[in-house]
């Protein structure tokens, strides 16, 4: 037995990596993808991260010609990052989302239409300090389906937030980036332990439409 299936197994014997289901009203989250991470000049760029947006913007046609809802993220600092805080202070690369910078918007391909929700926030969680649980219990919301980045950070944080509000987290494992290969390993195998199912998104799809057939 390799060292992967012995930590599987482990994990499995404690009590961890059962499934949730999928839910009957799901919902897309984009997070924080803007050209501070696309742009081949952002302080935040890396290449995996300008890979995503092709493939993030085919899962959003997905939810577009399924009529689901989608919902994108940003974070945005008012001038001299009053607002800020002590995350600002531990990471100085986000003053390129102060308002008015120009890394802070989407990129073209994934600009919002008028019909998808943004958020704004300031924090890692795109639950904290937001209106975002309101928003999907009042749109009758029970699953998210999470992509965007980073996995070690913003996704993940949104990922432990929604289930702790009730909502049930699907992350696409092909549709989240970071800055390192193994960093994305770990994250997506903890947090699919402990938090959320860890699907590719040809999985997801299958069960988007599977469930829009049998309605």
């Known amino acids: ?4 299936q012995q930590i599987i197994n482990d994990y499995r014997q404690a009590g961890f990596g059962h499934h949730l289901p999928f839910g009957s009203k799901p919902a897309l989250i ?7 991470y696309s742009d081949p000049s952002g302080p935040l760029f890396h290449s995996s991260y300008a890979e995503l947006v092709p493939r993030i913007v085919a899962a959003r046609k997905v939810f577009q010609t399924l009529k689901l809802p989608i919902i994108f993220t940003k ?5 001299g990052m ?3 805080g002590l995350f ?3 990471v100085p690369s986000l003053r390129a989302f102060e308002e008015g910078s120009p890394y802070s918007d989407f990129p073209f391909e994934l600009s919002p239409s008028k019909e998808e929700l943004i958020v704004t926030k300031r924090y890692a969680s795109a639950f904290f300090g937001t209106n975002l649980a309101s928003d999907l219990h009042l749109r009758g ?7 965007g980045v980073s996995i ?8 432990l937030d929604a289930m702790q509000y009730g909502f049930i ?4 494992s092909d549709l989240v980036g970071d800055r390192d290969p193994e960093v994305i390993r770990i994250n997506l195998f903890d947090i699919g332990q402990k938090y959320a199912e860890v699907e590719n998104f040809d999985k997801i799809a299958t069960l988007l439409k599977s469930q829009r057939s049998a309605g």
Request: hydrophobic share 40%.
């Open 82 to 84: 009053l607002d800020g």
């Open 30 to 36: 984009i997070i924080d993808v803007s050209r501070a």
């Open 1 to 4: 037995m390799d060292q992967d």
């Open 75 to 79: 974070v945005s600092y008012s001038k």
């Open 169 to 172: 987290p699907f992350v696409a």
């Open 152 to 159: 070690s950070g913003c996704v993940r944080a949104t990922t």
């Open 141 to 147: 919301i029970d699953t998210l389906v999470i992509a």
């Open 88 to 90: 600002y202070k531990k």
